[in-house]
């Protein structure tokens, strides 16, 4: 596998969606917080998902996720699939994008680049291990973030 793009950005500017379920039932969600890397001895995906989410219910129930990647001008249906839950409205519908299932995950058409994680391990971040001043931005209002790293299978570009 190789994959060679501007790594710092592909997360905190460009954003992507991190999706999970089965054909008959799966969730998507914009992320912004993000990495590769290696651990193990293995390609690896690391993503932070709020435990309020409803796509955390469904990368857990399930053993693999993708993360996708849009050109600029899904910018707009990123932002709006990152503020609406999939528990109160049908955002596959209302997105506009068109699903497409993999053996190993779901992902869209419109996607430049997918990754497809198998999950290797799930942590809930100690809010009481973040700086203060960080901990006050992000969680005084909010439900916590899970930590999970995940082995890259394959990229699709």
């Known amino acids: 596998m190789k994959l060679t793009t501007d790594i710092f950005s592909q ?4 954003w992507g969606l991190v999706t999970a379920g089965t ?7 914009t ?12 390609p690896v995906a690391t993503v932070y998902i709020r435990t309020s989410r409803y796509t955390h219910e469904f990368v857990d129930a399930n ?7 849009y050109p600029e001008e899904y910018k707009k249906v990123l ?9 109160d409205i049908d ?26 994680c198998r999950k290797l391990f ?12 960080i901990a006050a931005d992000y969680y005084e209002k909010d439900a916590p973030h899970d930590m999970y790293i995940a082995e890259v299978v394959e990229i699709r570009t």
Do not use: C
């Not at 997360?11 to 460009?14: G, M, R």
């Not at 992320?31 to 293995?42: A, E, F, M, V």
């Not at 799930?122 to 001043?133: G, R, S, T």
């Open 11 to 14: 997360f905190d500017q460009t």
């Open 23 to 29: 054909p008959d039932n799966f969730n998507t969600m």
């Open 31 to 42: 992320i912004s917080w993000g990495g590769l890397g290696t651990i193990w001895g293995r």
């Open 63 to 69: 053993e693999y996720f993708t993360i996708s990647f």
């Open 79 to 87: 932002g709006i699939l990152g503020s609406k839950s999939g528990r």
């Open 91 to 116: 955002k596959m519908h209302s997105s506009g994008l068109t699903p497409r299932f993999l053996d190993k995950g779901i992902t869209f058409e419109e996607a430049r680049l997918t990754i497809i």
């Open 122 to 133: 799930k942590q809930q971040l100690a809010v009481e291990n973040i700086p203060e001043d």
